[in-house]
């Protein structure tokens, strides 16, 4: 129902009462203990935990009230129901006041104490999972998760760690693929903003007649279709950091906008005459030379300035080939847990086919080909015939949800495999060959007339191969 088996001790020093919240609680399934007095309970809760805690009030030894105090100081994580004969006012604030959930009157009707038990371990459980979350999140982004050994990577390393903890503006530069955000995101969550928003502006996809919307929000009435005033990014953002994506992209109207911003700490929503204050931190990204754009009018000097205050620039994959091992067992590990599939070993000679690839779609082309090679795999082990699978560079890859998808999948991956193996078999055979055909036709030992087909299958001619 809420946590799994969740521990219950029921303390109060006449029987009856105790007996008849086991009968009420029992068919729910909980873990139920009970303890006739409150240093009985304690000695309980030194020898195993327990997720609630129901105490009667008044009895002989420690009161309910000073059991509750106990508790919240040595096992803060307990929550606690405070059950009585002798409720008034000030007894259910006291309880209350140090920490109680709740409080309850008796007599009670076994719907009073389920409803109040239930409600409180769905609370618990909800912290629980805020925390699980929460650590999940920071081992996601903590500096340990982004994987490289390399002298690069190290570099890269240090250059966020030591900047995390400022307030700087960054610039982070790469191609695409090679994992912008995923530092951008360990720089936030790395610093004194980690609890407050992260947001990402892609600006390569919104409409340029909607950037200035989607960052500084819009008054009702300011334009076609606004109906009601909306926040932006930034205003949503307050406190947190803003990741701009591909800042490249953006129009020089909207770039001197965003160069206001970042000098004056302020800005206008559309169309409203009220100056909206924020305190944000700017991490920009780009795959392209932001300083040759300058010199072609293309970007903002000053802009360009503003953002370049702490560059970090991350090195493609094939720069530092020692980290694909490392990364492919990653993939590997992530996609064999995703998809349910038992694959825990790439072989040395698929291993040095992926060393040998230079991945111009650097780390996220690397993830979609394990990704791939799980899915079709049919043994424990990854093996050259499950990685050599051809990638569209910009496409991604969809997790089978069923056994049957996950065929289809395979049949068609296998599929599209041995068709890009066979278009490089004949385009590698022509070039030796001077992209003649007979002589390429009997250099790999086929009849002239089935290499023609194959080349007419597959459209290719000296033009289109070279």
Not at 67 to 80: A, D, M, N, Q, S
Not at 82 to 101: C, E, N, Q, R, S
Not at 223 to 237: D, M, N, P, Q, Y
Not at 421 to 433: D, G, M, Q, V, Y
């Amino acid at each position: 129902m809420t946590l799994i088996n969740p521990g219950i001790l029921i303390v109060d020093d006449e029987e009856i009462v105790r007996k008849s919240c086991i009968r009420i609680l029992s068919p729910e399934g909980y873990n139920l203990e009970t303890a006739k007095s409150g240093g009985e309970a304690l000695k309980r809760l030194q020898d195993e935990p327990f997720d609630l805690v129901l105490a009667d009030l008044v009895m002989p030894d420690i009161t309910g009230i000073d059991l509750l105090k106990r508790i919240k100081e040595e096992w803060p994580e307990t929550e606690v129901v405070i059950i009585t004969g002798y409720g008034t006012v000030k007894t259910a604030v006291d309880a209350l006041k140090y920490g109680a959930y709740d409080f309850i009157e008796k007599p009670f009707t076994p719907e009073v104490l389920l409803n109040s038990v239930e409600r409180c371990l769905e609370k618990k459980k909800l912290e629980v999972e805020n925390i699980r979350l929460r650590q999940e999140i920071n081992a996601l982004y903590s500096l340990d998760n982004i994987i490289g050994a390399s002298k690069e990577m190290q570099k890269v390393f240090k250059l966020v760690a030591t900047v995390a903890s400022t307030g700087s503006t960054i610039l982070i530069t790469g191609e695409s693929g090679t994992g912008k955000e995923l530092v951008a995101r360990a720089i936030h969550h790395n610093s004194a903003r980690r609890e407050q928003p992260f947001m990402v502006v892609d600006c390569g996809t919104i409409p340029e007649n909607l950037m200035e919307s989607e960052l500084f929000g819009h008054a009702r009435g300011s334009f076609t279709g606004a109906i009601s005033t909306e926040k932006g990014v930034l205003e949503a953002a307050n406190g947190g950091t803003v990741f701009l994506d591909e800042v490249s992209n953006l129009p020089l109207s909207m770039q001197a906008k965003l160069l206001r911003v970042l000098q004056e700490k302020e800005f206008r929503p559309v169309g409203s005459k009220k100056t909206v204050k924020i305190d944000i931190r700017f991490i920009a990204a780009t795959n392209r030379d932001l300083s040759e754009m300058v010199r072609e009018g293309a970007f903002r000097e000053d802009l360009f300035y503003r953002l370049n205050v702490f560059p970090i620039d991350l090195p493609p994959l094939r720069d530092r080939k020692e980290d694909i091992p490392a990364l492919a067992y990653h993939f590997l590990h992530k996609y064999s847990k995703e998809i349910g599939r038992d694959v825990p070993h790439i072989s040395a000679e698929a291993m040095r086919q992926l060393i040998a690839n230079d991945w111009p779609g650097n780390v996220r082309e690397l993830e979609n080909v394990i990704h791939r090679a799980v899915i079709v795999c049919d043994s424990r082990m990854l093996k050259p015939e499950h990685i050599m699978i051809p990638l569209n560079r910009e496409e991604e890859i969809e997790t089978p949800k069923t056994l049957k998808e996950l065929k289809l999948k395979k049949k068609d991956l296998r599929t599209r495999s041995i068709e890009d193996i066979e278009k490089s078999f004949l385009i590698a055979a022509l070039k030796r060959n001077n992209w003649n055909i007979t002589r390429a036709a009997a250099e790999v030992g086929m009849q002239r007339t089935n290499f023609h087909g194959l080349l007419k299958k597959y459209n290719i001619s000296k033009g289109k191969g070279e």
